[in-house]
């Protein structure tokens, strides 16, 4: 199948063709989603994934770039974004630029930033230096101090009325796309309905135009952290671990490795040992 682009993507919104994005952090994770989605995140949720960090606040561009390039290694076929780790946008903007630029030479199609109306001059700049930006509004993980807490956001009206004027802001810049996170669904349709662009939702209703979420939640790769707008498709973990109990039942008892998993000696080199 043929390589899934930005103006792609958009198209899908206007055939009511639903966008599936996960997650993924390395060549391995790529190519399991690859052949099932239509837009890879490497999402700075990798810090708390795959890193062990309590939130995405201490996740640098050095790590970034090296799981950006570990993905971009499997070439994938489904859209590749990258997402723009805490304070990488927000300083200045040619360090913006050179952020985000960085991503697409290391492999990425696209970069995710989160953020409202006052990323719209950010947004603009990436968009005038030919970088994709998909926006990030609602429960934005970046945002977790000024938010007072990982809280669901636009539930009282003026924080509702500002989620859609900030959609409206970021169409406006140039943003290709909009992840809306931890809002009530009814917001997430009425965002939808005034955007041109797709929106892709996580904790924001059916309504949207896709929906991501993070690979090791749809697989229960993570036991004990579970959120509401989570639903868990496999028993990753309890699947997983069967498999790696197996196989260490097997190593205690003498059955692996086997003949089949082992070397023969040849002839000549038996009777070398024999001298
Ligand atoms: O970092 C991430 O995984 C994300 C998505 C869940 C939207 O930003
Ligand atoms: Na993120």
């Known amino acids: 199948p043929a390589p899934v682009t930005v103006p792609m993507l958009q198209g899908f919104k206007a055939e009511g063709r639903r966008i599936v994005m996960v997650t993924a952090y390395d060549a391995a994770m790529a190519r399991l989603v690859d052949p099932v989605v239509d837009a890879i995140l490497v999402g700075d949720s990798v810090g708390n994934v795959c890193l062990g960090f309590d939130n995405t606040l201490p996740v640098s561009m050095a790590m970034m770039n090296h799981h950006v ?11 590749l974004v990258a997402d723009l780790p805490y304070l990488s946008y927000h300083l200045d903007l040619a360090e913006t630029i050179r952020n985000a630029g960085g991503f697409l030479q290391r492999g990425a199609a696209a970069v995710k930033l989160e953020g409202g109306a006052a990323r719209a001059p950010t947004v603009r700049a990436l968009a005038e230096c030919e970088i994709p930006v998909m926006g990030h509004l609602g ?11 990982f809280k669901v956001q636009g539930r009282a009206a003026e924080g509702a009325r500002r989620i859609l004027d900030d959609a409206l802001r970021l169409e406006e810049a140039g943003c290709f796309s909009l992840v809306l996170e931890g809002i009530p669904a009814e917001l997430a349709a009425r965002v939808t309905e005034r955007l041109t662009i797709p929106t892709i939702g996580i904790g924001a209703g059916p309504a949207c ?45 003498g059955r692996f490795p086997g003949e089949a998993e082992s070397y023969a000696m040849p002839e000549a080199a038996r009777a070398a040992l024999d001298d």
């Open 209 to 253: 135009s896709g929906q991501v979420l993070v690979l090791h939640d749809v697989l229960g790769l993570l036991p004990g952290r579970k959120a509401k707008f989570v639903r868990t498709y496999t028993d990753g973990y309890g699947l997983l671990q069967a498999g790696l109990a197996d196989w260490a039942a097997d190593v205690r008892a």
């Open 139 to 149: 429960l934005t993980p970046q945002s977790l101090h000024a938010m007072g807490g």
């Open 69 to 79: 390039e570990a993905v971009a290694r499997a070439r994938p076929r489904a859209l």
